[in-house]
Each structure stands twice: as structure tokens, then as C-alpha cells.
């Protein structure tokens, strides 16, 4: 025992603290090491405890730098909408009544009104659209909107949504915008339609198909019935959008018959106003353009053919009216006011007030001769008739045209 004290005693006082020292810090940073390299589990993978460390460092950094960038971001957000976003005003719906809509083709001319019409009223609208002819600056009034979407998306491929309702709009309308791609026509109206009717299977939504009074093709009974079955040449330069849309209304047919998807199908006429684009060939912008340009207006043929052209409010009245009914046969929506397309021309020289001259043109192939709706069912199962005279309607849609023109030429005096 006393040789046990002596030799403990036996190094002095400074030593024995030297080696407890080294010992205490064997042990810290043994202890140390191990904690840092022990394993933490986080859901499924586990990470050590040092990897978990330096990502929260890098965390926090990465924090205050995004914060930092966030700031001048949430304040420009916030400053418009407090004052640069006024939106149109918007109808307060309860939550049963409001639906939510899908528009396809809602980027376009018809669709951008449909979509306003639609979230003024208190509605969720959805837009997707590929805009092959549509622009954003015909919905760019919602962006932002918390009752607007809108989706850069091409129908030809799958879409997954949750909607009540879709109206089902994308295709190209005006006959160079659908004879530039014949098979993309095709591809739109057949797969698109497929598509779209999937979806309307899968979420039990009603789907209002976008048809066409070219359906009837060159018609040989005026004015046309929706029971009459048309004339249509299958091989002709029309044919991927006359051929496409009889195919769009086969297939909601057989949708309705065989998966009972709810469709409704609108076969519409000429129809113009504001949103047409300028340059998209139809015979309403071409013939503003060219007077308000001074230019010759370009009649195609004779300009003996006829159309009968409904004003787009009249147009978007009726399909809204057609989507809520209970009617699932064709329905023709067109003013049949019925005019021949010099008529037309004069007219519209006349209303631009310019003296430019009328130039005939050699004729389109398959050119329909006379087209003019029957709109006894609109009319008896909707209640709905056009309220919008061909004058009115012309008026401001002239208006429309000339700040347009206006615009676009500022546009060239800052470029240059
Ligand atoms: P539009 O060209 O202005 O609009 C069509 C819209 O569909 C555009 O926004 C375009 O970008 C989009 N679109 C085309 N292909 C698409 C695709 N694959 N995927 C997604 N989006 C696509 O034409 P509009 O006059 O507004 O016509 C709308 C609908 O009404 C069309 O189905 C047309 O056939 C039908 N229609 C219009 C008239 C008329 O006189 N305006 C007459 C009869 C039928
Ligand atoms: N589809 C879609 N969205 C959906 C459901 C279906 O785009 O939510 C598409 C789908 O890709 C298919 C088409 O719609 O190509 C037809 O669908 P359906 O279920 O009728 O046919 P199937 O998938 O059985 O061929
Ligand atoms: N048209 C015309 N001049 C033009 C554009 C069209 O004479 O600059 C004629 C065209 O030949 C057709 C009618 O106007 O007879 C309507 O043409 P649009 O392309 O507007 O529509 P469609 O009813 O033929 O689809």
C-alpha cells in the first residue's frame, strides 16, 4: 500500500495534472468525433451528423441571401396589386354555384371573351393553349387573377385537371391559319377532342365542343338545319378542318353513348369583333385592315358567296347558354342575317369611310357558296337570338382595328 501511495506520489503534482490534461483531451475529442460522424436518421436515408451541420450553415447563408433578393420582389408584388392590378370587376359566387371551367384555345378570339365573360361572373377559368394563333395579351387582364389560370400547354397531348365544365376551343379557325398545317389541323381536332373527352370521362365534367358551320361544307340546302348532314369535299384544301370537326362531333357522340360523358355541341358561323388578329386572313380583319390602310379590298371570286356574321358577344351568350342547357344535339349559334361578301366589302369601305377600291381576286378552291343558319333551336331551347347589329358590331370592331393600327405604329417609331 505504501509503495501504491509512494508511487503515485511519486511523480510530482505538475506531472500527475500534465497527464490528466492529455487524458481529458483524448477523451473530448474522441467524444467529439464520434458525435460528429454518428448517423442521424432523416425520413428514410440517414446522414451524418456533419453533413447535417454544414447543410444547415449553408442553409442559413442561403436564407438570408434569397430573403435578401425576395424583398424588392414582394414590395413590387404588392405595389401592383395594390395599384397598377385592377382587375374587370368580379361577381361573388358561393362556393355550389362556382365552377371550374376549362378553356382550350382560351388564349384566342373567341376563347379570350369566353374566359372573361366567365370569371366576371364568379367562375374558376382555366386556360390552356398552345398559341399557335392566340396571344397572351388577349387574357393578360386576369394574370394573376386568383379565378385564372392558364396553362402553355398543346391539346394534342394528355391533360390532367380537375374541372366541372370544358369548353373545348383549340383549333385554328381561319382558313390560311388551318391550311398551314393540314396534319397539325387534323391532329388538334381528332386527338385534341380525344383528349379532352378522356378528361371529361375521368372527372365526370361536361364538355361543349367548338364546332363549325363548315361542317355543312360547300351546302347544297339554305338555309342549313342542324339536321342536315352536309357537303364536304373529304380530299380538298378545307378538308383537315371541315373533315376534323365532323370527326370531333363523331367522337362526343360516341363518348355520350358509350362512357355517357355529358357533351353539347355548338356549331358556330362567322363571327367577328375585337381580339381578331389582325393579320389571321378571315375576311372581317382583311377587309377593316385594308381600309383603314388604304389599301384595295381583296374579294375573293365573284364576292356573290354569302355569310351571315354574328357580333362575339352574341356568339359567347350562346355558348354559355348551350353548355348550362339540357340539350346534348348540335345547336347552330350565327346571326342569319345573310349578306354577299361584296355587299360585305362595300360596307365595311363605307363605315371605315375611305374611297379605296374593291379588287377581285382569283376564287378559293371549295369556297362555300351560301351559308346562312337556321336558328330555330337556338332559339326555342335556349332563348337565345343575336342582339347585335351587323352596324354596331362593325362599328367597334372598326374601332378595335384602329387602335391597333395605332399602336403598332407607335411601336415602329420607338424601334426606329
Ligand atoms: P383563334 O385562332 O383565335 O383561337 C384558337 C385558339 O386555339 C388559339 O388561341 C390557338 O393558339 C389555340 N390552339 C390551336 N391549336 C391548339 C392546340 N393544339 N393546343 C392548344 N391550343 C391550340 O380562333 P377562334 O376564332 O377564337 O376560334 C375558336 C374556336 O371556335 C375554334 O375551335 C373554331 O373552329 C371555332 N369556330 C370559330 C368561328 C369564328 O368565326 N371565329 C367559326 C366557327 C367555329
Ligand atoms: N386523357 C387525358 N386526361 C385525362 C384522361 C385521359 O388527356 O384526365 C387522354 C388519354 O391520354 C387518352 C384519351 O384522353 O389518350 C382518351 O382517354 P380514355 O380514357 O377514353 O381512353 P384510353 O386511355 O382508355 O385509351
Ligand atoms: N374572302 C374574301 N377576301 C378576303 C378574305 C376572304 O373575299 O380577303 C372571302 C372568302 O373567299 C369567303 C368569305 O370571304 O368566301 C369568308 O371567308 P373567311 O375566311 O372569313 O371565312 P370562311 O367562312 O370561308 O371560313
Request: glycine share 6%; charged share 25%.
Amino acid at each position: 500500500m505504501a509503495f501504491g501511495i509512494d508511487a503515485l506520489s511519486f511523480p510530482n503534482r505538475k506531472f500527475k495534472i500534465f497527464i490528466l490534461f492529455i487524458l481529458g483531451t483524448i477523451l473530448v475529442v474522441t467524444w467529439a468525433t464520434v458525435n460528429r460522424n454518428r448517423t442521424v436518421t432523416l425520413n428514410e436515408g440517414r446522414i451524418s451528423q456533419r453533413v447535417l451541420d454544414d447543410l444547415k450553415k449553408d442553409l442559413e447563408k442561403f436564407n438570408i441571401e434569397i430573403n435578401e433578393k425576395i424583398r424588392p420582389l414582394d414590395l413590387r408584388i404588392t405595389n401592383l396589386e395594390n395599384k397598377d392590378r385592377k382587375y374587370p370587376p368580379v361577381k361573388y359566387l358561393a362556393e355550389k354555384d362556382r365552377k371550374r371551367i376549362l378553356i382550350t384555345g382560351g388564349a384566342g378570339f373567341v376563347g379570350s371573351h369566353l374566359a372573361d365573360a366567365l370569371v366576371m361572373a364568379g367562375h374558376e377559368v382555366t386556360v390552356v393553349d398552345n398559341f399557335f394563333t392566340g396571344r397572351k395579351r388577349n387574357i393578360e387582364h386576369w394574370i394573376g387573377h386568383e379565378n385564372f389560370d392558364l396553362l402553355n400547354h398543346d391539346v394534342v397531348e394528355p391533360l390532367l385537371l380537375e374541372v366541372d365544365q370544358i369548353y373545348h376551343l383549340a383549333s385554328p379557325a381561319s382558313p390560311p391559319n388551318y391550311m398551314y398545317n393540314p396534319i397539325k389541323t387534323i391532329k388538334t381536332n381528332t386527338i385534341g377532342t380525344l383528349n379532352m373527352l378522356g378528361l371529361a370521362k375521368r372527372v365526370h365534367a361536361r364538355l361543349l365542343l367548338a364546332s363549325t358551320s363548315e361542317v355543312y361544307g360547300d351546302p347544297e340546302k339554305h338555309p342549313q338545319r342542324e339536321d342536315y348532314w352536309g357537303h364536304v369535299n373529304p380530299i380538298g384544301p378545307r378538308a383537315c378542318y371541315d373533315e376534323g370537326k365532323r370527326v370531333a362531333e363523331t367522337m362526343c357522340y360516341a363518348y355520350a353513348k358509350q362512357e355517357h360523358v355529358e357533351v353539347r355541341v355548338a356549331r358556330i358561323f362567322n363571327t367577328f369583333g375585337p381580339r381578331m388578329h389582325m393579320n389571321d386572313g378571315r375576311v372581317v380583319s382583311n377587309f377593316i385592315m385594308q381600309a383603314l390602310e388604304g389599301k384595295p379590298l381583296t374579294v375573293y371570286g365573284s364576292g356573290k358567296q354569302t355569310r351571315s356574321f354574328q357580333y362575339i358577344s352574341d356568339l359567347v351568350n350562346g355558348l354559355i347558354l348551350l353548355m348550362n342547357s339540357n340539350f346534348s344535339e348540335p345547336v347552330n349559334i350565327g346571326n342569319p342575317s345573310e349578306h354577299t361578301i361584296m355587299e360585305f366589302a362595300e360596307m365595311i369601305r363605307d363605315a371605315v369611310g375611305g374611297k379605296t377600291p374593291i379588287l377581285n381576286l382569283a376564287k378559293m378552291e371549295d369556297d362555300p357558296q351560301r351559308r346562312k343558319p337556321d336558328i330555330t333551336r337556338a332559339k326555342v331551347i335556349l332563348g337565345w337570338e343575336p342582339q347585335v347589329s351587323l352596324n354596331i358590331g362593325l362599328n367597334r370592331t372598326i374601332e378595335y382595328f384602329r387602335r391597333e393600327l395605332d399602336k403598332s405604329k407607335k411601336s415602329k417609331l420607338v424601334d426606329l
